[in-house]
């Protein structure tokens, strides 16, 4: 019987202790980054953008290289400001073709910032645009991209955060055009910068 009792008093112990040695540290699952998502095209603006298609449908002023500023470096900037005065413009930025082709979801961010009064900058999306000349003629469709995290003001940096274009992914995308639309008025022009801009998967 009291082999009994010490073979069970062994088998609580040992028990104990391997339990003991047996932390939540040893059990959990460190944390690890999710990895990139593939990118499918970027453009930081560090040379003229010469592939982009700079279209000014109304007023003098055009989208230019600014080397001084960006986010880093260089960006993208517009601004209806000049001479003196605020001036009428309509200007599209409008990106090289884009291969949607092959990939089932792509999203598009892109960094931006803004100084004084004037109408926001606007996103849309085309597959249809002919890749030069005026953007808004008959027979092209662009579908505005709504929801991006817009600066606040005062040059202020921020990311727009990601914004789902994937109605313009599969087959039949094989040229897909972002565009950016600034637009001013004789009463308001303001100055508009655009830096990083990128697409994933």
């Keep these: 019987m009291k082999t009994i009792f010490k073979l069970i008093f062994l088998f609580a112990f040992f028990s ?15 944390y690890l980054d999710p990895p990139p998502l593939p990118s499918i095209y ?4 560090d040379t003229n953008f010469p592939n982009w298609v700079k279209y000014s449908k109304t007023g003098g002023q ?11 470096g260089s960006c993208a900037k517009m601004s209806g400001y ?3 005065t605020n001036n009428e413009n309509v200007d599209w930025l409008i990106s090289p073709a884009q291969d949607f082709s092959a990939v089932s979801s792509a999203k598009l961010d892109f960094d931006n910032a803004y100084k004084f009064t004037g109408a926001p900058i606007e ?15 008959a027979g092209v469709t662009w579908t505005k991209i709504n929801g ?17 274009i994937s109605a313009f992914t599969g087959a039949g995308n094989s040229t897909v055009y ?3 639309k600034y637009t001013s008025s004789s009463s308001d022009g ?3 910068e655009l830096d990083n801009i990128n697409v994933t998967e």
Aim: charged content about 10%; proline content about 7%.
């Design 62 to 72: 055009t989208w230019q290289l600014d080397t001084q500023y960006g986010n880093p």
């Design 178 to 180: 972002i565009a950016f």
């Design 190 to 192: 303001s100055t508009w």
């Design 148 to 164: 991006a995290i817009l600066s606040p003001g005062n040059y202020t940096y921020v990311n727009s955060e990601p914004l789902n």
């Design 42 to 45: 970027n453009e930081s603006f």
């Design 16 to 30: 104990s202790v391997l339990v003991s040695c047996v932390t939540d540290d040893d059990t959990s699952i460190p």
């Design 123 to 137: 996103v849309y999306v085309s597959n249809n645009y002919s890749g030069a000349g005026n953007p808004e003629i």
């Design 82 to 84: 000049s001479g003196g």
